[in-house]
């Protein structure tokens, strides 16, 4: 069979990247421009600046791109972009940036779901094996999602309220630490021991999953120490937070692989790039005799290669939009 390249676009949220993804698999060149810097003088993302940084870097990264590429872009297959879910007005920019690619080039458009290009990450340098359990922990998502093929998604379980990267960045917000708190929390739990004695989820047996609780706990532990001129030990709680939310995800991990037959372990979001967790769910897996995929770290967090992977099948299934598509800052997977 011919093979297929699929230039990617993601623009849902801080970051503007491409990527030039050859048969849903190997990146032939990939770019990601991030405003992190930007943003972290406000404690978090801009909209407003957001889209209008997009807006200002989108042809430098189509640019920088196609260099870094053997592909022209006359050559592609397809034209794949991030329609939801994210920011409205930075989705919209790579939107209509990917339709006049698309339109002057004559090239199929794939509108791709944000959070399913997460899981798609795992396609990246290897061949994912169904069925499948996800476990998907970004900004806006904390999910179990067992798939028995390509894009074929059960929801076995969700967050009844915080996602846990919200959370992450919640609780670096009230020990002081620079946006994006998820990773700064990750570092600084590694300097500290769990001398905190947090509340635990309750040990439910559904795949839900509930943080705010704890949330919640921390930022008022934080707010009546510093009240009473008590000093915290910030890395010791970032240890026993960091303890408290892994071992809750991977105890549902563990739950699923139990009642359900798979043979692959993936995870995916931002989350997955979290040291401990990686090393939690490593162990899980081996437990459990599954094969365990985790993402590259630069495939872990915002990137187009992930959108050029999960746009491939699509491209397979001949799934293509229309000129009139339009982001939608929210959409679940199942509604691609
Ligand atoms: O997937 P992502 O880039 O954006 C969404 O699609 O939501 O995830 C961003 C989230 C942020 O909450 C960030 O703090 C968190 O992922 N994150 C981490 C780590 N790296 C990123 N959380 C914990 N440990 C990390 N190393
Ligand atoms: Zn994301």
Same mark, same amino acid.
Request: proline share 3%.
């Given at each position: ?74 050559? #592609? ?26 339109? #002057? ?6 509108? #791709? ?50 996602? #846990? ?172």
């Amino acid at each position: 069979m011919k093979d297929v390249y699929i230039l990617s676009i993601e623009s849902s949220c801080d970051e503007t990247s491409m990527a030039i993804v050859k048969n849903g698999t190997d990146i032939v060149a990939f770019t990601v421009l991030t405003q992190m810097d930007t943003h972290a003088n406000f404690g978090g993302v801009v909209p407003e600046i957001a889209s209008r940084m997009h807006t200002e870097n989108i042809t430098m990264v189509l640019e920088e791109t196609l260099k870094k590429s053997s592909i022209k872009i006359e050559e #592609v297959d397809a034209i794949a972009v991030t329609y939801a879910p994210g920011l409205l007005g930075s989705l919209l920019v790579g939107v209509e940036f990917a339709k006049t690619l698309a339109l #002057v080039y004559k090239k199929p458009l794939i509108a #791709v779901n944000h959070t399913i290009g997460h899981i798609y990450a795992n396609a990246i340098e290897n061949t994912l094996e169904f069925p499948l359990l996800a476990l998907v922990v970004s900004g806006g998502h904390t999910d179990l999602i067992l798939m028995k093929k390509d894009y074929d998604f059960e929801i076995l379980g969700s967050t009844l309220d915080d996602a #846990v990267g919200e959370c992450y960045d919640k609780v670096a917000r009230v020990l002081g630490l620079k946006y994006p708190g998820g990773p700064n929390v990750d570092k600084l739990a590694l300097e500290g021991n769990d001398t905190y004695n947090l509340p635990k989820p309750v040990k439910d047996t559904t795949y839900n999953f509930s943080f705010s609780g704890l949330k919640s706990h921390i930022i008022n532990l934080v707010h009546n120490e510093t009240q009473r001129g008590n000093e915290i030990r910030k890395s010791d709680l970032a240890k026993s937070f960091q303890i408290t939310v892994v071992d809750e995800l991977t105890r549902k991990v563990e739950l699923a692989l139990q009642n359900n037959n798979v043979k692959e372990l993936i995870i995916a979001g931002g989350v997955s790039a979290n040291r401990y967790l990686r090393e939690e769910i490593k162990k899980v897996a081996e437990k459990y005799h599954v094969h365990l995929s985790i993402p590259k770290m630069e495939y872990c967090t915002d990137n187009a290669a992930m959108i050029g992977a999960a746009a491939y099948p699509l491209y397979k299934q001949k799934k293509f939009a229309d000129f009139d598509l339009n982001p939608k800052s929210q959409a679940t997977i199942v509604d691609q």
